[in-house]
């Protein structure tokens, strides 16, 4: 069994300051791990993945994660704001077998201001 | 490249009419196809997916179903609407266990 928990479901940062967004996963086996984002009545769209290969994942949009096995962690993290940037964030663990399910943490809205 | 494509975009319907919401995929073969609703304010919840033609597994009982007619056609249908059935239906494709999905841009039915 595997879950994902945010532990934010709200963050809000101020335009050119670094952003985190905050996941811990639970796998029984060696997950792979997304970041999902989300602008208003958009479909989700795949900001980076980690599939067993570097730590230290870079993906789309200046936005990164460094996936911490002894931590079950999978931060994302932005080192500066853009107003763009705000949206709701999906933390994602990959299923194995071949219906490949996915298990979503519950999102974290990211607010920017000015 | 791979697209997605849902249709229709919003869709506002009576409480006991019938529904239909396509999904195609183009630019790749035999994927996995997966139906999901997302309620306003909360996370995805999985209705549907299927391995191939013809394959449809459900994950939750409701009042909605499933089919795959083409190798790259899923269609989520429902014969009677209920007000519980509003929200932000989601569409995706994959091909390779442990790899992502890929989303389309969603259809928003909103039930009267």
């Known amino acids: 069994a595997q879950s994902v928990t945010q532990l934010d479901s709200h963050v809000s940062v101020s335009e050119g300051t670094p952003v985190l967004l905050r996941c811990n996963y639970s796998?029984?086996?060696?997950?792979?791990l997304f970041w999902y984002v989300q602008h208003p009545n958009k479909g989700l769209q795949l900001l980076l993945k980690?599939?067993?290969?570097?730590?230290l994942v870079k993906g789309i949009n200046g936005f990164e994660a460094e996936f911490k096995k002894s931590e079950t962690s999978f931060h994302l993290t932005k080192p500066s704001a853009h107003m763009s940037d705000a949206a709701e964030y999906f933390c994602?663990?990959?299923?194995?077998?071949?219906?490949?399910?996915?298990?979503f943490g519950t999102g974290t809205r990211l607010q920017v201001t000015l | 490249s791979q697209t997605i494509h849902q249709w229709p975009a919003t869709l506002v319907q009576p409480v006991g009419s019938p529904l239909s919401l396509e999904c195609t995929v183009e630019?790749?073969?035999?994927?996995?196809l997966y139906w999901y609703r997302q309620a306003a304010g909360r996370g995805l919840q999985l209705l549907f997916y299927s391995v191939g033609i013809g394959q449809i597994s459900s994950e939750v009982p409701q009042n909605l179903s499933a089919s795959r007619p083409q190798d790259r056609q899923f269609i989520l249908s429902s014969k009677k609407l209920l007000l519980s059935d509003s929200g932000f239906y989601l569409c995706?494709?994959?091909?390779?266990?442990?790899?992502?999905?890929?989303f389309g841009d969603g259809t928003r039915l909103s039930i009267l």
């Open positions: 995706a494709w994959s091909v390779l266990s442990n790899q992502p999905q890929h």
């Open positions: 796998s029984s086996y060696s997950p792979s």
């Open positions: 994602v663990v990959g299923g194995a077998g071949t219906a490949s399910k996915l298990t």
């Open positions: 630019g790749t073969s035999n994927p996995n």
């Open positions: 980690y599939t067993s290969a570097a730590t």
